[in-house]
C-alpha cells in the first residue's frame, strides 16, 4: 500500500478525486478482504468524504463541499485504512494501515458576488427622471487576483433604469409607474450583471427589488357607460353605476358622483350615492325617444383629488307591448345641452 498520494481538484468542484489502493491476500468474499477507511485528521470543515469500492477495494476519496482557493489552496489529509474484519481486537494500527493524501486546489475565475442580493429599495412612484435608486456593489471572490469589475443591466422589462458601469449607480430613465404591467404587487424587478477582467471573464448576477409607493396618479373610471330605459317606463331608474381606481387606498374610494351641472340640465337627471363605489342614476321625468350623453364627473379621495368626467350614453327606448325599440334613438344622437335650449326655444316661440 502507498503511504502518500497527490491530487488536484478545482475550487468549487466536487466529486471522486483520487483513489486509493491497498493489497489484501484474503478471500475477497470475506470481512477480512474488505477495506474500511476513515479520515482521522484534516477534514474539519468535513469537506471531504471518502467510501470503499466494493469491486476493487480501492477508498474512493471525494469532496462534498466546495472548495475555496482564496481561503486554502492546499488541504493535507491523513487516512486510516482497516479491515472490516480486524486481525487482532483491540489492538491499535501502526504506520502501516495510514495513507497521506496531499490535495492542491486549482484556482478557478469566479463570477463576481453582489451584496447584499436581493438588493431591495423602495420610492415613490412618479419620481424625477434622473433621480439615483442606489448604488450596487459585487465583490471578486478571486481576491489574489486583483480583478476590475464592471457593471451592466441584464433584465429591466420597462426600461426605467441605467447603471454606472464604473460604480455601479442606478438612475432613473423614465418615471416609475406602480400600474404598470410591469409590476406586480407594487414590486418592480430589474437583474443587474458584474463582470470581471478575468481571462475568459467570470460574470455575477444580482437582483434589484423596488417596492414603488403609491401615489395619487389615477383619476377614476366609471362602469357601464351605456344603458337603455323605456320613454314610458313609471321607475325613473336608469343605471347604477360603479367606478374604479388603479391607485391604492386612501388615493381610491369612497368616490363622489356628480352629474357635470356646466352642461346638464338640472331638473333632468339625478345621480344618488349607493355606497363607496356606486351610485344610481335616475330620471326626473320621461324623455322621448333618443340618444342622450350624460356627462358624470367622478372624484376619487386623494390629496389632492383625480377627477374624471365621462359620457354616460343613455338610450331612451319605445316600449310598446313588452318590445323594445332603441332603432330610432341611434339616429338623433341629442345631447342634454341641445334638449334644454331646444326646450328653451320652443317656450320662447310659443309667447
Request: net charge negative; hydrophobic share 40%; proline share 7%.
Amino acid at each position: 500500500t502507498k503511504k502518500e498520494f497527490q491530487a488536484t481538484v478545482e475550487e468549487g468542484a466536487v466529486g471522486v478525486i483520487v483513489n486509493l489502493t491497498v493489497e489484501d491476500k484474503d478471500d475477497p468474499t470475506t470481512g477480512a478482504w474488505r477495506a474500511a477507511y476513515t479520515i482521522i485528521n484534516g477534514n474539519p470543515g468535513q469537506s471531504f468524504e471518502i467510501h470503499t469500492n466494493p469491486q476493487t477495494n480501492e477508498g474512493m476519496l471525494s469532496v462534498v463541499k466546495p472548495l475555496d482557493y482564496e481561503i486554502s489552496a492546499f488541504h493535507t489529509l491523513l487516512i486510516k485504512v482497516e479491515n472490516e474484519d480486524p486481525l487482532v481486537p483491540d489492538v491499535s494500527y501502526g504506520p502501516s494501515s495510514t495513507a497521506t493524501v496531499h490535495i492542491t486546489v486549482l484556482d478557478v475565475n469566479e463570477g463576481p458576488v453582489f451584496y447584499p442580493d436581493p438588493m431591495m429599495v423602495t420610492k415613490q412612484e412618479n419620481i424625477s427622471v434622473g433621480s439615483v435608486l442606489l448604488t450596487v456593489n459585487a465583490t471578486d471572490p478571486d481576491s489574489l487576483q486583483h480583478q476590475t469589475i464592471r457593471y451592466s443591466i441584464y433584465k429591466d422589462p420597462a426600461g426605467w433604469l441605467s447603471i454606472n458601469p464604473i460604480n455601479g449607480t442606478v438612475d432613473t430613465t423614465a418615471v416609475l409607474d406602480r400600474e404598470s404591467p410591469f409590476v406586480h404587487n407594487s414590486v418592480y424587478t430589474a437583474l443587474f450583471l458584474a463582470i470581471d477582467s478575468g481571462n475568459p471573464p467570470a460574470t455575477g448576477t444580482g437582483t434589484l427589488l423596488i417596492t414603488l409607493e403609491d401615489i395619487n396618479d389615477n383619476a377614476p373610471v366609471i362602469y357601464p357607460t351605456v344603458a337603455e330605459v323605456c320613454d314610458d317606463a313609471r321607475n325613473l331608474s336608469v343605471v347604477i353605476l360603479g367606478a374604479s381606481d388603479k391607485d391604492l387606498h386612501p388615493n381610491t374610494d369612497p368616490f363622489k358622483f356628480e352629474i357635470h351641472k356646466q352642461t346638464v340640465p338640472d331638473k333632468v337627471w339625478k345621480i344618488s350615492k349607493i355606497n363607496n363605489t356606486h351610485a344610481l342614476v335616475s330620471l326626473l321625468q320621461n324623455l322621448n325617444k333618443a340618444n342622450y350623453n350624460l356627462p358624470i364627473m367622478v372624484t376619487d379621495s386623494g390629496k389632492p383629488p383625480m377627477t374624471n368626467i365621462t359620457d354616460l350614453r343613455v338610450q331612451v327606448c319605445s316600449c310598446k307591448n313588452s318590445k323594445v325599440d332603441c332603432n330610432g334613438a341611434g339616429a338623433l344622437h341629442l345631447s342634454l345641452s341641445l334638449l334644454l335650449l331646444f326646450s328653451l326655444l320652443s317656450l320662447l316661440s310659443g309667447l
